[in-house]
């Protein structure tokens, strides 16, 4: 783990007399909006906080570990850590929070599953209790905005920033396209915005509109900036930018990259101002809970395989990994001919049906999920018993992404490969990025036998692929036009390090 911290970085203080914001915010190199922010006080309660004390988060101190209690966070924040079952820090987290309290600009490496997410909502949660607003908060404009590259991103993060919230009068929003442009306008109409989480294409729609006004934005994150770059996204992310205040001295940025790539940091001097820089090697992300193993097989001989697999197993839930749509729709329309409760995950199914999917496969109503790779990142269900690598993935990385499906909060998975004469290439360098020599075996004769499929075919509850005008979706993380790129055909864009008006470009 390499880390490069700002030894001027100062611990959060809050002084609730202080009279002069301004200064105070100064002080701790704090960005801020002079005349809409109060001074720091934790004197101001929620509605919905009880009578719960710091006391009752008991964690035992342990050398060479950081606890959430070691920060200084509001009561109603520690409360929902302690129901979420946080106790230690991860590296990310330990190394982010204390700058992202001082105020200071974040660069962040870290790959996911690393705990980001929690790190930078920590920081904002903290923010935002700590400096009320001095006049009524105006609707659609948000104080902290995070930007992810996907729907399924973007969801998760608001869901994690629903629990963290949960004693706390503050609003959390998501604008993903996929659903319903309306619903999520009444949403944003009906109070205020405190955190607002977007994929870039819809939050753009609604800066257009004018339902959303990004003028007084305090922090601004931006997850995964590595994806947002290889998906084209980032002439939106910067339309995005000119749309918020100053950098520096009106406005934190905080930005996350699995890779710090040349691009990535040239990105990174345009949008921030002396950021602290940290960086936290990956780990290797496959475990000893999770069985690996690679089934050598035909091509032809793939669909039988996995249906048997299946039967004979009586496996409950699954998630399959095709490469592309097409192969995951044609795959789970056969497993629902043949009987099997299948559903399709992938960037063609509208977003309110995605949501009814995951819903019918946590709760058992459907048994196989087929997923593309960008769609399966989003899938954070316990009980995935096993995960089958239809046809390996084109990318070593997105094999540990896969795996990672199963095997969660340390119970037992397996993860199942099927190579055929397309694919088996990619053997060896799935084994040099996981560390594990993978066992390569011919199935049984049993597997590999022709079966009668069931005379009537299994509903698939959400599952319908078409795609209406309403629903406008055409690719996994909703790109706008000037931006649209394919699942199959990333687009990779360069950047440079021009401005525009002054603002960042």
Not at 98 to 116: F, R
Not at 415 to 421: L, M
Request: proline share 5%; with cysteine.
């Amino acid at each position: 783990m390499s880390i490069i911290l700002d030894a001027t970085t100062t611990a959060n203080e809050s002084t609730p007399n202080d009279a002069n914001p301004s200064a105070k915010a100064a002080e701790k190199g704090k960005p801020r909006k002079n005349d809409k922010r109060k001074a720091p006080s934790r004197a101001r309660k929620s509605k919905k906080e009880s009578s719960w004390s710091p006391a009752e988060f008991i964690v035992a101190q342990e050398e060479g570990k950081k606890r959430f209690l070691d920060f200084d966070l509001p009561d109603q924040l520690l409360h929902a850590i302690q129901d979420i079952g946080f106790e230690y820090c991860t590296p990310i987290q330990a190394e982010t929070i204390k700058p992202a309290l001082a105020g200071k600009d974040i660069i962040g490496k870290a790959q996911t599953g690393t705990g980001k997410t929690a790190a930078f909502l920590v920081g904002i949660v903290t923010d935002l209790i700590d400096y009320p607003l001095t006049e009524p908060q105006r609707q659609g404009e948000p104080r902290a905005l995070i930007i992810a590259p996907t729907r399924e991103l973007a969801l998760q993060i608001a869901d994690d920033a629903e629990l963290l919230t949960k004693y706390t009068d503050l609003r959390v929003i998501s604008l993903v396209g996929g659903m319903d442009y309306d619903k999520q306008r009444k949403q944003i109409k009906g109070g205020n915005t405190d955190i607002l989480v977007a994929t870039p294409g819809r939050l753009i729609d609604f800066v257009r509109s004018k339902d959303v006004d990004l003028y007084n934005v305090e922090v601004l994150v931006l997850d995964e900036a590595d994806r947002m770059l290889s998906m084209g996204f980032i002439p939106d992310v910067r339309t995005i930018i000119r749309n918020t205040p100053r950098k520096g001295s009106e406005r934190q940025t905080l930005l996350y990259s699995a890779t710090f790539t040349d691009d990535i940091m040239n990105l990174a001097r345009q949008w921030t101002v002396d950021p602290v820089q940290i960086e936290i090697e990956a780990e290797r992300q496959t475990t000893d809970n999770i069985s690996q193993k690679v089934f050598l097989v035909s091509s032809k001989e793939k669909y039988k395989l996995l249906r048997n697999y299946i039967r004979i197993n009586n496996i409950e839930r699954v998630i399959v990994f095709c490469n592309r749509r097409g192969e995951t729709r044609s795959l789970a329309e056969k497993l629902r001919r043949d009987g099997v409760k299948a559903a399709l995950m992938s960037g063609e199914i509208p977003q309110h049906k995605r949501v009814k999917t995951l819903e019918d496969f946590r709760s058992g109503k459907i048994t196989v999920l087929v997923a593309t790779d960008v769609a399966g990142r989003g899938i954070h269900i316990d009980g995935v018993t096993h995960v089958v690598n239809y046809q390996l993935p084109e990318d070593a990385d997105d094999y540990v992404h896969r795996i990672g499906r199963t095997g969660r909060a340390g119970a037992v998975g397996t993860s199942i490969c099927f190579a055929c004469e397309n694919d088996s290439f990619m053997i060896p360098e799935i084994e040099q990025e996981t560390g594990v020599k993978l066992e390569c075996i011919h199935p049984d004769e049993a597997l590999l036998v022709e079966f009668d499929p069931v005379k009537e075919p299994a509903e698939a509850p959400a599952a319908d692929t078409t795609v209406s005008d309403e629903d406008n979706v055409t690719a996994e993380a909703e790109p706008t036009s000037e931006t649209a790129v394919s699942e199959e055909e990333p687009v990779v864009t360069k950047v440079d390090e021009q401005t525009t008006h002054g603002k960042e470009a």
